[in-house]
């Protein structure tokens, strides 16, 4: 057991990632226990804007949100201004052309240099580094054991073809090179892991239960073994399936224990997990899981992908006024296509939509402390993109909502951040979760973004 | 080998790369291990696209070792009577000791079958253990169900779902170059040749020292090419080298009428296509070449210009001689290469330079905005000259499109036309080679007549196979190996199993750098 926590601490310390507070943090969070716990979710859509609309008009330098208007694909929004911080567009400093930024999705919350890997006539960057959630969660870890470090949820991503069909296009989230996190898809089968099984007097069961973590103990120390003779690269490959392992192991503790465990959601019967029909559905059952997930202390950090990297292989169906165009093309417009920019606003007010729909759920949640009346006071929820508009616009948008306890000064928009690298970011998100954090992914680039703590 | 000094600096074989098995491998290798017809759980991620062009088997994290601890239980319990029959003893004997001698023997036995190697005794002494910690801890257990849990245990371990390396290697030396031991060298053999597991032959050949000669090799590879398994296993290389998609998704304009069904039956008539080249000829000049169809599916026969034939999987239909040829005038291929837009040409053609000549195109420039329909009125080769006249676009466009207008008779489906919009089709064209000519031709037809008859296309296919040999991206040091590789397919006048033959022949294959080891 105490090997794993010395496993992770080197983790952190030898990725890039500069935690030298560690043995320090968190004081407030072990003191009182009257301090719920903070939680962010990150979420990310590929293509970015319509042209022009990730704006709040009206602002000059860091303005209050109240007096702004959004532009159409962002007013579902507008109900939750007071709860926003919009980050003028920042900077991938890795990424130099613009098809970079649609590369730039493995690696847009990791801040290190990628590696590029050729793919035919074209290629795909794979993250040299672990992504911010995994970093938090790790740390979050060495403090408290969750059934779960982080929850990473996606919806259907399309077939696994073309530029799409790469890991690389198909994850944004990353425990570390070569170790992408797979996302769940599936909301029966999250049910059935999250919040069913506690029926812990049956002797059966709980010889089940101890046969299946002998077996995981085993397997871990099998890989373990299976990786000191390889070479640094298939290491990595490895440390990813024994990461996977560590976390079954995890769970299994923390449920055998029955330590969690809330109501379960109720998803509606005969979803299609490979259905993009069934896209809106899958989301709004992802979304009660995540919730109920949140309110039970599975875990504190989410992940909701709605994508993958180009969306070339991906239609909408759910949204008829898209007609059958790929997602891809739909980003791509106006410049050939006058429908173009009416089918990509089409797309991302859907998507603002599902986000506002988060929100939403987080603010009925209550939750009192000294920095909060709902849940969603102590989270904070990234919604990001890869790139500004469809057409490659190179950088990157960022909303960040909720104030995870008191941290994040919301109801602005902050356009001192323009053009700044998104690595600043990351250390706010770390800092807003009580993560000691210098940097993350460039030693060069330290300390949050000016402008955006309380 | 002879003639090759793998420690040439310039001919140092490269790394193998730590792959876990694609799905497609870990079905095979179930069903060869435990006779069990198993298909790969809808939880475990389907295999990506990896830098070598061709699929690999998804990185497993949390989500996938958990599918594949699930999925591996249930085909412990299925397969119990293949599992037993590794096993020295038929019923458990009452001594204790000779119990334990029993699963020791199904350790051997079973690990040598499912790590595709000898057990060394390090890893004996662990499964060992785990065993005896089984039968502590779940005492309801009897020996049957114990070594059923041990099995279980052994199809999750990485030496089972990975292509590993020896074990005994690892202790070897650490730079330069080495040869495979023999049993990893008949993996690799078998999961290239057949997409599974070694069979017990080539296990033999392998513990023999049979694998230690060039021709001890050409013979195994040989026998295995005959078998109907490598079959399976050639239609895949292909069908992932074409880019011909899951065609049951694929996503089509109304007006095509395209079915899931009918996507599904163009995939089909492809696997039959490539089998009816190997039961034939066997070159890539056949597969380009061949009229030959088997087609099961009404709507394709109709897309085909048949449309009262009803065959089936054995009666071969001829296709039009005016109209069709191999593989690329076949719906799958064309379908797959085909966009949502109707620009076809871009996509065909940039497949066919990249798939069967080799040219590297440029990237498309910073701030470049591609078009994603044809304007109203405009037949699509008329958009595209007026699109390729940007100073920008054409630079790259010349090596590509004008190949991709040479399918202009063929629709987003790949049914014949004659008229395109108002226009009469003109499917003329030319092909910019590999050599700096450019090359005219009047249609698709006679594009498959030069393709099959240029010495490029087949190092073009050599090359690409190269990459699915060794499962990784080109290094410079392959160079030398691959010369040799495309001369032997020459030599073999462009036979698909002698190329495959060639390939683990190779110095390339049959050895790795230790550039990655520890």
């Known amino acids: ?454 | 080998m002879p003639g090759v000094d793998p420690t040439a600096p310039a001919l140092l074989p490269g790394p193998k790369p730590l792959r876990r098995l694609t799905n497609f491998e870990l079905k095979n290798t179930m069903w060869e291990l435990l006779a069990v017809d198993a298909p790969v759980p809808e939880t475990l991620p389907r295999d990506v696209l990896s830098e070598s062009g061709f699929s690999e088997g998804s990185v497993i994290s949390r989500l996938e070792a958990e599918a594949i601890m699930d999925w591996t239980g249930t085909l412990a319990q299925q397969g119990v009577a293949r599992i037993m029959a590794s096993a020295p003893c038929v019923t458990a004997p009452a001594d204790r000791a000779l119990q334990d001698e029993c699963v020791s023997g199904f350790i051997s036995n079973f690990g040598m079958r499912a790590f595709r190697r000898p057990v060394i005794a390090a890893e004996s002494t662990e499964f060992f253990s785990y065993y005896r910690d089984v039968l502590r801890t779940q005492q309801s257990y009897g020996f049957e169900q114990s070594i059923g849990v041990l099995a279980h245990l052994m199809l999750q371990s990485p030496r089972f779902l990975y292509h590993a390396g020896s074990p005994i290697a690892a202790m070897g030396p650490t730079s330069g170059a080495v040869r495979l031991d023999a049993y990893e060298l008949a993996s690799r053999m078998s999961y290239f040749l057949s997409g599974s597991m070694p069979d017990a032959p080539l296990f033999e050949a392998a513990l023999n020292g049979r694998l230690a000669s060039t021709e001890g090799i050409q013979q195994e590879a040989r026998r295995l090419l005959n078998d109907p398994q490598s079959k399976v296993q050639i239609e895949e290389i292909m069908l992932q080298w074409l880019g011909i998609e899951d065609l049951r998704k694929k996503i089509k304009d109304a007006r095509y009428s395209f079915t899931p069904e009918l996507g599904q039956a163009m995939v089909d008539e492809t696997r039959r296509l490539v089998d009816s080249v190997l039961d034939g000829e066997g070159t890539l000049a056949s597969l380009l070449l061949s009229r030959t169809a088997y087609v099961d599916n009404g709507a394709l026969a109709a897309l085909y210009g048949h449309p009262g034939f009803t065959g089936n999987n054995l009666t071969p239909l001829q296709l039009k001689e005016t109209e069709r040829s191999g593989i690329l005038t076949r719906a799958a291929f064309l379908t797959s290469q085909s966009l949502g837009s109707e620009l076809n040409p871009i996509k065909r053609g940039l497949a066919v330079v990249g798939k069967f000549l080799c040219l590297n195109v440029p990237q498309p420039p910073a701030g470049f905005v591609p078009p994603d329909h044809v304007d109203p009125g405009l037949s699509t080769r008329e958009f595209l000259k007026r699109h390729d006249a940007n100073a920008c676009a054409s630079a790259c466009h010349a090596m590509f499109t004008p190949a991709g207008f040479a399918f202009e008779n063929y629709d987003g489906v790949g049914a014949y036309r004659t008229v395109d919009g108002a226009e009469t089709i003109d499917a003329s064209a030319s092909v910019y080679f590999p050599d700096g000519t450019t090359r005219p031709v009047v249609n698709a037809l006679e594009l498959s007549q030069l393709l099959a008859a240029d010495a490029a296309t087949g190092d073009c296919f050599a090359d690409h196979w190269f990459r699915r040999a060794l499962r990784r991206r080109d290094i410079p040091n392959d160079e030398g190996h691959r010369q040799e590789v495309k001369q032997a397919f020459r030599g073999a006048t462009g036979n698909i199993r002698e190329l495959m033959v060639a390939l683990v022949t190779s110095t390339a294959f049959t050895h790795r750098s230790l550039e990655s080891a520890k």
């Open chain 1, 1 to 454: 057991m105490s090997k794993w926590i010395i496993r992770r601490r080197d983790l952190l310390r030898g990725m890039g990632a500069g935690a030298a507070l560690l043995p320090l943090l968190n004081v407030r969070a072990a003191r009182g226990q009257a301090v719920p716990p903070k939680r962010v979710i990150m979420c990310v859509f590929p293509n970015g804007y319509p042209s022009g609309q990730y704006t709040a008009t009206g602002n000059n330098g860091a303005v209050d949100l109240s007096t702004a208007t959004f532009a159409a694909s962002l007013a579902p929004l507008s109900p939750w201004k007071d709860q926003l911080a919009v980050v003028a567009p920042v900077k991938c400093i890795n990424a130099d052309d613009a098809e970079d930024y649609h590369r730039a999705y493995s690696m847009m919350f990791s801040g290190a240099a990628p590696v590029s890997k050729p793919l035919g006539p074209s290629s795909v960057w794979a993250p040299t580094g672990p992504t911010i959630d995994q970093v938090i969660a790790n740390n979050i870890d060495l403090r408290e054991k969750l059934p779960r470090r982080t929850l990473p949820l996606a919806l259907p991503l399309g077939e696994p073809e073309g530029v799409d069909g790469t890991l690389e296009a198909r994850r944004a989230f990353w425990a570390g090179q070569g170790q992408p996190i797979t996302p769940e898809i599936d909301p029966y089968k999250l049910v059935k892991d999250l919040f069913v099984g506690t029926a812990m007097d049956d002797v059966a069961l709980t010889q089940a239960r101890a046969g299946r973590r002998s077996m995981l103990d085993f397997l871990g120390r099998d890989l373990e073994r299976f990786s000191a003779q390889l070479g640094t690269e298939d290491q990595f490959t490895v440390a990813s399936h024994l990461q996977g392992i560590r976390d079954l192991e995890l769970q299994l503790q923390q449920i055998g224990t029955g330590g969690i465990l809330g109501e379960p959601p109720t998803i509606p019967t005969g979803l299609n997990i490979q259905a993009l029909n069934d896209t809106p559905a899958l989301w709004e059952a992802q979304r009660q899981i995540l919730l109920a997930a949140f309110r039970a202390g599975v875990t504190r950090v989410a992940t909701m992908q709605f994508g993958p990297a180009w969306g070339d292989k991906l239609n909408l169906p759910w949204l008829p006024a898209t007609g059958g165009r790929v997602w891809h093309e739909i980003g791509h417009g106006p410049t050939d296509n006058p429908q173009g920019q009416d089918d990509h606003q089409t797309v991302v007010t859907w998507y603002s939509q599902q986000f506002a729909k988060l929100l939403e759920g987080l603010a009925s949640i209550p939750e009192p402390g000294p920095n909060s009346v709902t849940m969603l006071d102590n989270c904070v929820v990234v919604w990001a993109s890869n790139m500004l508009s469809g057409d490659h616009d190179p950088s990157l948008p960022w909303i960040l909502a909720g104030k995870c306890g008191g941290y994040f000064k919301t109801g602005q928009y902050l356009a001192s951040a323009a053009n700044k690298p998104v690595n600043h970011l990351f250390v706010d998100l770390a800092h807003a979760m009580d993560v000691p954090l210098d940097f993350l992914g460039n030693p060069d680039i330290r300390g949050p973004m000016p402008g955006l703590k309380a």
